[in-house]
């Protein structure tokens, strides 16, 4: 069995340290920092995105001004980990997981570096047998490249992949895998809109999920 997670919003509430960062960076250059609900809403298609967002909305968008701010905040990502919190119960399932005999990996569009500080810093980083990036490949999720070179990297075996949002469902449906979705992360829309196999908000039940998806005894995708 090979359970594949996102990261930002699905093992670790990284918000409030995505938001410091950035806020640090904007105030750097004179700009007005955003408020957390806002950067929180960015989350999801990795760092790029995030800071061509953010000038978006402050009418700032420049293509040097994003390169600079970009580098900037990922430098950033490296200093105060501690504002990145696991979710409850996530380590223990991990724990859990692990003791099944499950092989576990990271797909994010967290730029690597910033990935596996805050692995490092939590004590994670050896329970996963793949890590990959957003810059780790040439493309980001919803591409489904990354989340295939985090499962060549874990063995042969069912797979199942969890993850908050809806960057997650498309890369799940491109990949053909069965997405368990997290209900307490940073999802935009609806639940009954985003395609997923089966929602937990409560990591308890991840490992019997998982468990459940390698057996063969799943479901429809739900909407």
């Known amino acids: 069995m090979i ?32 408020d957390l609900p806002q950067i929180k809403s960015f989350v999801g298609r990795g760092l790029p995105n995030l800071v061509a967002q ?26 105060r980990l501690e504002l990145n919190i696991p979710y409850p119960g ?14 576990l990996g990271i797909c994010t569009n967290k730029p690597i570096a910033p990935t596996r500080a805050v692995l490092d810093h939590l004590g994670l980083t050896t329970r ?28 042969a075996g069912p797979v199942a992949y969890v993850g908050d949002s809806e960057v997650d469902a498309e890369t799940a449906h491109a990949a053909g895998l069965p997405f368990l979705l997290y209900t307490e992360g940073y999802r935009k829309t609806p639940l009954d809109t985003l395609p997923h196999s089966a929602a937990f908000s409560d990591y308890a039940e991840l490992p019997e999920l998982a468990a459940r998806f390698a057996a063969g005894r799943t479901s429809s995708p739900q909407r």
């Open 128 to 155: 996963f047998s793949s890590i990959i990036g957003g810059d780790s490949l040439p493309v980001r999720k919803p591409d489904p490249a990354p989340l295939r070179a985090a499962i060549a990297a874990c063995g």
């Open 54 to 79: 953010v000038l978006d909305r402050l009418g700032a968008a420049d293509p040097v001004l994003a390169a600079d701010l970009t580098a900037e905040i990922e430098a950033l990502y490296l200093e």
């Open 3 to 34: 359970v594949i997670f996102d990261l930002d919003g699905t093992l670790i509430d990284s918000a409030p340290h995505i938001h410091w960062a950035t806020s640090q960076a904007l105030k750097a250059r004179g700009l007005a920092p955003l």
């Open 90 to 103: 996530a380590i223990d399932a991990l724990d859990r997981l692990t003791e099944m005999g499950a092989s």
